[in-house]
């Protein structure tokens, strides 16, 4: 049974926290989540590394190649966006592949779900929403200034056709396809970290800590107080 600090769910911050991927372990082929739904143990595919700061923190470090994470879609149904608002907030130090990068997703290319992945050769983050429903049957926003091999905290709220998009805390300038980012179509897909909805290419290269999820939309204030309380974490 995953054990939680007391007073987990008291956090503001905390509330409405579908997953908290901490990555304390230190060593295993899992990582547990923190937040209050304590999805079943996520499983990390061919070895991962498990590595540290210069601070100490724990963080998980993928090859680029086939490492990833993954969750099965029966235990991640609370993470089947529609029309509601969410969050997605995590730290990120990526390395130069010459596709897109996958961070977190539970989607089907043109079919359902929502994707969140980074592009080394113009240092973009990119959010996709998927809905074969509607036309076209993909629609999504991104943001610049994703340089790799630096930390950096992401951010993104949801609520609306317009998603916004922070780095550090502050908000950023985000390019929307026209008429902004259509509900997604309902996902019954495993969540993945590191890689395409397929498991078979678009693999992350680099570390990542403290990936969550919430079932709300953060405010500047909130991704402000998330990246002043970790930064020396990653001595920013």
């Keep these: 049974?995953?054990?939680?600090?007391?007073g987990y769910d008291k956090k503001i911050l905390?509330?409405?926290?579908?997953?908290?991927?901490?990555?304390?372990?230190?060593?295993?082929?899992?990582?547990?989540?923190?937040?209050?739904?304590?999805?079943?143990d996520i499983d990390l595919i061919n070895t991962p590394t498990?590595?540290?700061?210069?601070?100490?923190?724990?963080?998980?470090?993928?090859?680029?190649?086939?490492?990833y994470l993954e969750c099965p879609a029966a235990n991640t149904v609370d993470l089947n966006f529609t029309t509601g608002d969410y969050s997605i907030v995590g730290w990120i130090n990526y390395q130069i592949l010459a596709t897109s990068q996958i961070v977190i997703g539970r989607y089907g290319v043109d079919l359902d779900g929502w994707e969140l992945y980074l592009y080394s050769v113009n240092n973009t983050l990119s959010l996709r929403h998927h809905h074969?429903?509607?036309?076209?049957?993909?629609?999504?926003?991104?943001s610049e200034g994703w340089a790799t091999n630096i930390w950096h905290l992401f951010g993104i709220s949801r609520s609306g056709l317009y998603p916004t998009m922070y780095?550090?805390?502050f908000e950023v300038e985000v390019a929307y396809d026209i008429g902004g980012l259509q509900d997604p179509d309902t996902c019954n897909r495993d969540l993945v970290i590191g890689t395409r909805y397929t498991k078979g290419s678009n693999w992350y290269k680099g570390m990542m800590a403290n990936m969550r999820i919430l079932g709300k939309a953060l405010t500047l204030e909130d991704h402000r107080f998330i990246f002043e309380t970790e930064r020396h974490w990653f001595r920013l």
């Design 1 to 6: 049974m995953m054990v939680i600090a007391a």
């Design 14 to 40: 905390n509330h409405r926290m579908l997953l908290d991927l901490p990555f304390n372990e230190g060593a295993d082929t899992i990582t547990r989540d923190c937040a209050s739904p304590h999805h079943q």
């Design 50 to 67: 498990w590595v540290s700061t210069a601070s100490g923190l724990g963080v998980i470090q993928l090859d680029g190649v086939d490492q």
């Design 132 to 142: 074969s429903s509607l036309a076209p049957p993909r629609t999504g926003c991104y």
């Design 167 to 169: 780095r550090n805390g």
